[in-house]
């Protein structure tokens, strides 16, 4: 089992910026996957940001130049700084993981967060 407990966003205006925190129970070095997703209402969960096994970090072509994702190992913790923010980038926030068990791979997601973006 792994919890992930986010914290951060909320309310700013477009072209602001906001942080996000994800801080894990486990070594995070130690985890297959980690990544951010985000939801609107009416749709599914979309990428924003990942991390796989190889260390690159994917982004969403819609975010790409104005989001950064990192972690601090010490801390169990990943982090999605947000820069220029735009309306469109409005959503519940969720933090996400693959822990590898042998041959099997399990999901775990955090409660999400609101970030609200005004025009």
């Known amino acids: 089992q792994v919890q992930l407990v986010e914290s951060g966003g909320g309310l700013v205006q477009a072209g602001g910026s906001l942080g996000l925190s994800c801080q894990a129970d486990?070594?995070?070095?130690?985890?297959?996957?980690m990544g951010w997703y985000r939801q609107t209402a009416g749709d599914e969960r979309q990428l924003v940001a990942v991390?796989?096994?190889?260390?690159?970090?994917r982004y969403a072509d819609s975010v790409k130049g104005r989001f950064t994702m990192s972690g601090d190992n010490a801390k169990n913790t990943m982090f999605l700084q947000m820069n220029n923010l735009k309306p469109e980038d409005t959503g519940v926030y969720y933090c996400?993981?693959?822990?590898?068990?042998?041959?099997?791979?399990?999901?775990?997601w955090g409660q999400g967060t609101q970030v609200t973006v005004s025009s």
């Open positions: 486990v070594t995070i070095s130690e985890l297959k996957v």
């Open positions: 991390i796989l096994g190889d260390g690159i970090i």
């Open positions: 996400y993981a693959v822990q590898k068990h042998g041959s099997r791979n399990d999901d775990y």
